[in-house]
């Protein structure tokens, strides 16, 4: 009995199954990494590939946010030898309507000796019988091309023990003394922003690959590789590293970013056609007034001001953005309005409040940054009769006349204090004192007479139009 093959050893008794088949097979696998590589969300890829969204998620975070590598999308297609899903379905539906072997092969473009092999291998049986199902055989085909390897780190105990010292080893003070450092429970997650952190060595993994051939330099079983190290870390079931040791990196980061996603990044209410580049062109050369661009310049406990600042005047205007009732003694209402007072509905209303008083023909654009307080900003449009538009990620320079306004505000509001305790006429003052300096730009006139200049002109040109 010993002696004979596998296929035929498979007419047996019942056994106990090894397992229930996956949720998908491992072609959605594949599919499902490759969206994955193209920039889409966990969630996006796995309705696309047709699992729930849950399921793509735990694939994801299993993975450690990365292809594993028999699933990469750089990798060459399966072998032509090689049956796929389709092929084991188109088996099991020619054998269900009883014919052969030959037949079947025939029909397939594949050796008959390739179908008797599939139906005797991959067969489900459980029954006692040789039962052929294609989601049963495709299963069977994937634990049978599995091939298990032992991390390095899970075998070499003196290489993991270097790593593991280098990565989330006490500080020690000049004197040799371990200083802890603040107790930060691991919560399965990236730390959140403005919260104390794991203190550690925090050798990054390049760091700490680079150092083991200087200080193993004859010991060719010292060596790993900054990568393995990572997967080491991010990828679970690796069996070497603990997941929380990811405290101790400079990003602290529990999950990798895939690079395509990392470029998609952006805010969800920014479509390409009110980007920048899709501004008019009268915009960038000044010549016509009434174009603005707008920011915010944050304080203490989340305080904020909103600056306004039409380009071709440089003539500023500041929006008062007093905190709501409840901020910084109540608990923020879940999906509720930002109590520090620039969430996008208190934005949007002081924008509308305040451009609203200048003539129509002052109100023709306003370019932001990709930030979130100017989420609202469709309703803005209807409301004010601006045209929004928004920079780049990362590209302030887009919006230099306003960043350096902002500078020149600092004068007045200090970073690191609390601008709520300035009310809108401590605002309305600043903004006058500003309008009132002459510019250099404007041949040494002030903002506020350019904006007069600019006025009159048009109020000129209706009445000779009249």
Excluded at 63 to 91: D, N, Q, Y
Aim: proline fraction near 6%.
């Amino acid at each position: 009995m010993a002696g004979r093959r596998r296929s035929d050893r498979a007419l047996r008794e019942k056994l106990r199954s090894p397992g229930r088949p996956p949720v998908a097979r491992q072609e959605h696998r594949r599919r499902f990494w490759a969206l994955i590589a193209k920039g889409h969300s966990s969630e996006e890829a796995a309705m696309e590939v047709g699992v729930s969204a849950p399921v793509g998620f735990r694939w994801f975070r299993a993975a450690g946010g990365v292809a594993p590598s028999h699933l990469s999308c750089a990798l060459k297609p399966p072998l032509m030898g090689h049956l796929s899903f389709a092929e084991r379905e188109e088996i099991a539906l020619l054998q269900a309507g009883g014919l052969g072997v030959r037949e079947v092969a025939r029909r397939l473009g594949r050796a008959p000796s390739t179908v008797s092999r599939e139906l005797r291998r991959n067969a489900a049986t459980r029954s006692g019988a040789l039962d052929y199902l294609a989601t049963t055989a495709q299963w069977h085909a994937e634990r049978a091309a599995r091939r298990p390897k032992q991390a390095k780190l899970a075998t070499n105990l003196a290489l993991r023990s270097y790593v593991q010292e280098r990565l989330a080893g006490s500080v020690v003070a000049p004197g040799g003394t371990a200083v802890p450092g603040p107790s930060v429970p691991w919560k399965g997650r990236r730390h959140g922003p403005r919260q104390s952190r794991r203190w550690g060595k925090a050798w990054s993994p390049q760091q700490i690959a680079q150092r083991l051939r200087l200080d193993y330099p004859e010991d060719s079983t010292m060596r790993i590789s900054h990568e393995a190290i990572y997967q080491a870390l991010h990828v679970q079931g690796r069996g070497a590293l603990k997941r929380e040791l990811t405290q101790c990196l400079r990003t602290g980061r529990a999950l990798r970013v895939p690079r395509a996603r990392s470029r998609r990044r952006g805010k969800s209410f920014i479509t390409p056609e009110i980007l920048i580049s899709a501004r008019p062109a009268e915009v960038e050369d000044r010549a016509v007034p009434g174009h603005w661009e707008g920011d915010l310049i944050i304080g203490l406990n989340c305080s904020a001001i909103g600056t306004l600042v039409e380009r071709t005047t440089r003539f500023t205007m500041l929006l008062h953005l007093p905190p709501m009732d409840g901020h910084g003694t109540e608990a923020r209402e879940k999906n509720g309005p930002a109590l520090a007072g620039h969430g996008a509905e208190a934005v949007r209303d002081a924008i509308t409040g305040t451009i609203t008083t200048l003539p129509e023909q002052l109100r023709r654009s306003l370019t932001w940054d990709q930030g979130a307080e100017m989420a609202r900003h469709a309703r803005l449009r209807i409301d004010t009769g601006l045209e929004v538009y928004f920079c780049d990620p990362h590209s302030p320079w887009q919006r230099g006349t306003n960043e350096n306004t902002n500078g020149l505000l600092r004068q007045y509001f200090p970073k690191g204090t609390d601008l709520s305790v300035h009310g809108a006429d401590d605002l309305a003052a600043v903004a006058a004192a500003l309008n009132a300096r002459p510019r250099k730009t404007l041949g040494w006139k002030t903002p506020a007479e350019a904006l007069d200049a600019a006025l009159q002109a048009a109020q000129d040109g209706v009445a000779m139009a009249g």
